[in-house]
């Protein structure tokens, strides 16, 4: 049995407000799942699933870009001065950047650049909840973009992200939880 989202990301989030707003969006994408599988289009549930999962993945980010920022006396396990220091002299606040400074740091401890390529697709595929394309990315087809593979590549950057900010960085004296219970409405 799986446990709750909030158990997850009890173990690294820095501001309650912002673990308290993706566990509620969370709950969203648990019950868009659960409408996705017994609608008759469930293809049309992609759009925004994609759109909130990819958010969250942002918020995360953002959080753990702050918890550097603003750590004075709780110091975080694993991370390198170089990384604290470049992530203090940097206003991070936007996707496109956030991504691109933990690329630089390996924030992810990524063996090679596949999660951060992945993150920067989805990225991509997030910001075209802009209907009209201005910035022209990606097709010009929005069924070709929020297909059942992108959503799959989203579940599993949601997994990645939350596993290696639990098991790498967490808060201190937080319980350790087994990405093997992690929730997976998508299943």
């Avoid at 308290?20 to 648990?30: G, L, R």
């Avoid at 953002?62 to 975080?76: A, C, K, L, N, P």
């Amino acid at each position: 049995m799986s446990r709750s989202f909030s158990d997850y990301t009890n173990v690294f989030f820095w501001s309650f407000k912002r673990m308290d707003n993706v566990n509620y969006n969370f709950t969203i994408i648990e019950a868009l799942f659960e409408a996705k599988k017994i609608n008759g289009t469930p293809s049309h549930f992609n759009k925004p699933i994609i759109i909130l999962m990819v958010s969250i993945i942002e918020c995360i980010l953002y959080d753990f870009i702050q918890r550097i920022y603003q750590h004075v006396h709780e110091t975080i396990p694993n991370l390198e001065v170089e990384a604290v220091s470049d992530t203090r002299s940097k206003k991070l606040d936007q996707l496109e950047v956030l991504i691109a400074h933990a690329r630089k740091n390996n924030l992810l401890r990524s063996v090679n650049e596949d999660i951060y390529n992945v993150l920067d697709y989805l990225r991509k595929v997030r910001n075209r909840i802009h209907i009209h394309n201005a910035q022209q990315q990606l097709d010009d087809d929005e069924y070709k973009i929020f297909t059942g593979i992108n959503l799959e590549m989203a579940c599993q950057m949601l997994i990645k992200v939350c596993e290696v900010l639990c098991h790498v960085y967490p808060r201190p004296n937080r319980e350790f939880v087994s990405m093997v219970d992690f929730p997976k409405p998508w299943i």
